[in-house]
């Protein structure tokens, strides 16, 4: 066939298609409303919606392929650990690790023994303190001490890992202090491990929040101590995730320790000699990404534990001892007279312990939390552990050497090993591990997972300035570019840098394992909502200020016009709405697209008036929905309203719609039900829609609906019953209930309840019930929470889930030592009750629930999504918050919501929980049905295409400003992005980097390819997936010019190569980090 026929039929099947989309997509939007309704609004929708949405599924799954499950080359799987693990091996409640006997110390054969003693002092950047409280009266001084007795100990060694805590001490000294700390990491005797802004939870923070913290850890040390750490040490939080070791592995960090894993797990580990070994991801078949990991034996990183099992024999080597300190402690100084004897059982302590490994070489950390706060600690423990090893390394027949070390020092001695021995075979080698280490288990019936739901207040709290601050970002950097485009000064650059600075720190600060975690004193709680109250502000002056400067191209920076929609009037309330007041020249509403796709969806305001008009960017009338505002449970507001209307914004652009006063608008009022009451107020001269109030009945049903979905709700108690898919006519039964369990001995760490959860509610709730053309919600009232469904009548994305918002108060009511659970009945029959629950964010993970043990212990964080799928259906909970989940019977989810304890669980805080708030919760309610055969693969999954951008919708909000300042110098639209990316292409960041001048450096960018599922019915997506995982700059941000553009490790202080082309390539699941210069 010759070419111009080929081109003619080329052609012709691409126009086909094309039509063939077309004509799909008209369908949907014919469906949307009956005959009778305003075709007004069709065409409104049909104009900002056509072309918006992309390829249907059946043109993804054409992609799948090369993402299919692929299991690691594991020697071990963390799924299946618990099946290998005898929990009841324990001795006066704690769990046994296997050991030889000591008399094996002694026998002719033993290897020779190398004992790294790693001095080393816990310091959390608040818990029972404040982190200012703790600087003052005791890091300081630890630090300070740590450069004399280093300078005056050249033998001795310490491992440092808060970044916080060394940026506060570093702004008190002298230059010449300075320099003696640079000199002791020179000489080795000081690292710099893991190195974020703190040592960050694990179960309960956001990959990229926890990403962002570790670059402002390491921007710091590379600046002050031009350190790259080398090294993770995660000692303290409770329980760790699979998501960390490739994160630590991006950012430089090829060796880690951690500590808090079940002990009964550790155990097992323990008999096959596995407590070190390369971590590796499910996803990564390659191991190029694993990391070495080293696991502490016992159950805590104190030096009482840490010199082998014997925890009272370990206590005897702890020789602090300050002047009127109240201790315990039965250790002896050493003399020439016991130092054979204390060496002896020290000896036999760490050759016990060495029986856990496989290496003849372990690592004995040498402190505990606030340690070495006291100058005479630094000389008693060094002066003593000093004549311990000179008289342990003098002893031939015990083949031992005992020396201070880094964890540089460890590893590296430990590889040098692993290197000599693996050539007699393959069991030499260290082991490879997939999977994480929760929930984790102290001793016996005690599960730490009651944190995961702990004061969610504040949790929410973090992800809403997480959002704004990354929005800030994002505006920032874009202003920061356009005005050196345009050779204007941009005047609030320095103002503005340095808040986002500052919003940065207070949110790293909250990713510490006892803040988002809700660990702290009640005090030191409000320090932490104070410093986020910071940043959420911040973050909103700078957004509207960026803002304004791109729309005014810089010819108005200041005053500054903008309010934002949505504040936090003080640290212990809630976010809310502001009203909007529509004023006689018009009142602009401004709207930030934060994702790197097209946009389109319904938003939702709050004004004061019904009489005006809606106009876009394009002059274009925008028709919208009018919903009431409740005064009280039956009375709405006469002067406040919430609308309802369509917006489209492009990939990171801004679009203006301007309200004007108008009598005759395009508006649609609301329909208003009432169940279970016979009252409602509305003012005479507002145009609802009303139905008689009634009492439901407890088989009447009362249903919302969209062009896809019917979902189904009983009056008597206003819970959901079902989802009906309208165009398959598939029905998934979902049955909502609060309930709550009773405590046993709960604490804020700890989850013991007593049985199983009771109905929360006894009462009957007030139910209202609002449709219209563009949403439908329902409203449960109940004394102390309130409860709602959504469901938008739209033909994207917005419109294939259901939008769930929570609030309780459990101050209302007496709740005391109550759990309150949101849960889920479904007929989804997931095979061996086997779930998924993400990690950080980032991956996807399976958990097996296992029937005959305590409810606690099938506990799971959940901070974005928990899945739930059988052969035919997938049932996806998005949060828009992190909680503690479990599937405790086929076809069961259940999130915990908040948390009221009165007694203290013995883990350290000495108090249970009672500064509950009122506390928000959002989520998505995400159906899929399959039309390919499920994977058998367990162990993890992925989340579908759609999933995806289902996620990234909740957790990046559009950003809504306002101004009554309707100016001409203010653009209708910024449009920086020539497409949207690729749909598993995602920002993680775009920020500006500075130095401690707050002079710009470079901007930081950091993207993430996500992988995912197919086999499922996938409905038309804003954005294409990417078969090569690659995608140009110039289409993400097509008037900046890129004169540097470097690739670098995960936290940008080591560059990797050059980039010659502004062409990004990305593997599935991978992540980069660049740095971009103009």
């Given amino acids: 066939m010759k070419f111009p026929q080929r081109l003619v039929i080329v052609s012709a099947a691409s126009c086909m298609l094309f039509v063939y989309i077309v004509i799909l997509y008209s369908q949907a939007l014919m469906q949307m409303w009956n005959s009778d309704q305003d075709v007004r609004i069709k065409r409104s929708l049909d104009q900002a919606l056509n072309g918006r949405l992309g390829q249907t599924s059946t043109l993804e799954l054409a992609k799948c392929p090369h993402f299919r499950f692929m299991s690691p080359n594991t020697t071990i799987s963390t799924f299946d650990l618990p099946a290998k693990t005898n929990y009841k091996i324990y001795n006066n409640m704690q769990y046994l690790i296997p050991h030889q006997p000591l008399e094996s110390a002694y026998y002719p054969d033993v290897e020779p ?40 100990y050249r033998n001795m060694t310490f491992v440092w890992a808060e970044t916080v805590f060394l940026s506060m001490w570093w702004n008190e000294l002298d230059d010449d202090v300075k320099v003696q700390v640079r000199h002791i990491i020179d000489r080795g005797q000081l690292e710099i491990v893991l190195g974020g802004w703190v040592m960050p939870d694990e179960a309960t923070t956001t990959y990229t929040s926890v990403i962002d913290q570790l670059v402002e ?22 329980g760790h995730s699979g998501t960390m070791p ?59 534990h840490t010199c082998g099992p014997d925890k009272f024999v370990c206590s005897m080597y702890d020789y602090r001892k300050v002047p009127a300190e109240n201790t315990r402690v039965a250790s002896k100084q050493v003399t020439e007279e016991n130092v054979a004897e204390q060496a002896k059982y020290l000896y036999e302590q760490y050759r016990s312990k060495a029986g856990l490994y496989r290496y003849n070489t372990i690592l004995v950390p040498l402190g505990d939390d606030f340690r070495y706060d006291f100058e005479i600690e630094w000389d008693q423990q060094y002066h003593n552990y000093n004549a311990l090893m000179q008289y342990m390394n003098a002893q031939k027949p015990w083949k031992i050497n005992v020396k201070f070390g880094t964890l540089e020092d460890y590893f590296s001695q430990i590889r040098r090993e692993e290197t000599r021995k693996r050539k007699w075979g393959n069991e030499f080698k260290f082991p490879v591990l997939s999977g994480d280490f929760f929930p984790y288990s102290d001793q016996n019936h005690a599960y730490w997972t009651g944190y995961y739901s702990t004061r969610p207040f504040d949790k929410r709290f973090s992800r809403e300035v997480e959002s704004i601050l990354r929005s800030a970002d994002l505006l920032h950097v874009m202003a920061y570019f356009y005005f050196k485009q345009w050779n204007k000064a941009y005047t609030s650059y320095h103002e503005n840098t340095a808040s986002l600075q500052q919003a940065h720190r207070n949110l790293a600060l909250f990713l510490h394992h006892d803040a988002i975690t809700g660990t702290a004193k009640p005090y030191v709680v409000q320090d932490y909502e104070f410093k986020l109250l910071q940043a959420y502000n911040s973050s909103q002056e700078v957004l509207g200020c960026a803002l304004q400067a791109l729309l005014s191209k810089g010819k108005f920076q200041s005053p500054r016009l903008f309010n934002p929609e949505t504040i936090r009037s003080t640290f212990k309330d809630p976010s809310m709405r502001r009203t909007v007041s529509v004023v006689k020249l018009g009142t602009k509403v401004v709207f930030f697209n934060p994702l790197p796709y097209d946009r389109a969806e319904f938003v939702q305001l709050i004004v004061d008036t019904t009489h005006f008009e809606i ?66 107020e509305v003012n005479s001269e507002l145009k609802f829609e009303q139905d008689r109030p009634r ?17 189904t709700f009983e009056t008597s108690h206003g819970m959901l019953q079902d989802v009906k898919d309208k165009r398959s006519g598939n029905t998934t039964s979902i049955h909502f209930d609060f309930l709550h369990y009773l405590s ?86 997931n095979k061996d009750l086997t779930f998924y629950t993400d990690q950080n964010g980032f991956q996807l993970i399976g958990r097996k629930t296992v029937r005959e043990n305590r409810i606690e212990t099938n506990y799971y964080p959940m901070t974005s999504m928990v899945v739930l799928e059988d052969q035919y259906k997938r049932l996806t909970l998005h949060s828009g918050q992190p909680h503690g989940t479990s599937s405790l019977e086929q076809g069961w989810v259940e999130v915990m919501l908040d948390r009221q304890l009165v007694y203290d669980d013995e883990r350290g805080l000495g108090e249970g929980i009672f500064d509950n708030k009122l506390t928000m919760s959002k989520f ?76 710009y450096n470079s901007t930081s960018f950091i993207v993430h390819r996500k992988n995912y599922i197919c086999g499922f019915t996938s409905p038309p997506l804003p954005c294409s997936s990417s078969n090569t995982g690659t995608f140009r700059i110039k289409e993400l941000l097509k008037d900046v010019k890129v004169s540097d553009l470097r690739e670098t490790t995960l936290t940008h202080i080591t560059t990797l190569r050059t980039v010659s082309s502004d062409e990004l390539e990305l593997s599935p699941m991978e992540i980069k980090s660049y740095l971009l210069s103009l």
């Fill in 615 to 680: 106009r876009n960017s394009k002059n274009e009338v925008i028709p919208y929905q009018v919903n009431p505002i409740w005064e009280a449970s039956t009375i709405v507001h006469g002067e406040a309203f919430e609308i309802v209307f369509h917006v489209h914004i492009p990939p990171l652009g801004v679009e203006t719609c301007t309200l004007y006063p108008k009598d005759d608008s395009k508006k649609h009022w609301a329909r208003i039900s009432m169940y279970n009451t016979q009252e409602l």
């Fill in 246 to 304: 490739y994160l630590w592995k991006l950012s430089g960090q090829d060796k880690m320790v951690i500590q808090r894993v079940h002990q009964a797990i550790k155990g097992t580990l323990a008999g096959s000699k596995s407590l070190e070994f390369y971590w590796q991801q499910y996803w990564d078949r390659s191991g190029k990404d694993s990391v070495l990991c080293h696991i502490m034996p016992y159950m805590l990183y104190s030096l009482h």
């Fill in 744 to 829: 046993q001995g709960s604490g804020a760490y700890l989850f013991f309840p007593k049985g199983s959860a009771s109905p929360f509610f006894q009462s009957i709730p007030v139910i209202r019930v609002i449709t219209g053309p563009f949403v439908s919600e329902i409203q449960v009232l109940f004394p102390n929470l309130y409860h709602s469904i959504k469901l938008f009548n739209h033909p994207g994305l917005q419109g294939e889930v259901l939008h769930i918002q929570n609030a309780l108060d459990m101050q209302v009511l007496n709740m005391k030592d109550r759990e309150v659970i949101m849960r889920m009945s479904t007929d989804v029959k």
């Fill in 113 to 152: 023994l190398t004992v790294i003693v790693l001095p080393h002092s816990h310091v959390d950047p608040g818990w029972l303190r404040t982190i200012d409280d703790y600087y003052v009266y005791q890091v300081k001084n630890i630090l300070n001490n740590m450069v004399k007795k280093l300078n005056m």
């Fill in 217 to 238: 850890g390491h921007q710091w040390l590379w600046e002050n101590v031009q350190v790259r750490p080398k090294n993770s040490w995660s000692i303290d939080p409770f």
């Fill in 695 to 711: 009492h439901g009945g407890s088989h009447e049903r009362v249903k919302i609906e969209n062009q896809y979905l019917i979902a």
């Fill in 924 to 999: 998505i309610l995400q159906i899929e049905y399959r039309d390919l055969p499920p994977d058998e693969e367990v162990k993890f999954t992925y989340p579908t295409l759609f999933s995806h951008l289902v996620s990234e919708h909740l957790q990046q909000p559009i950003q809504k400003v306002f101004t009554p300042i309707n100016s001409d110098a203010l653009a209708q639209s910024f449009l920086p992005s020539e497409q949207s990316l690729p749909c598993d292409v995602t920002i993680l960041s775009l920020r500006n980097l500075i130095n401690s001048d707050l002079v």
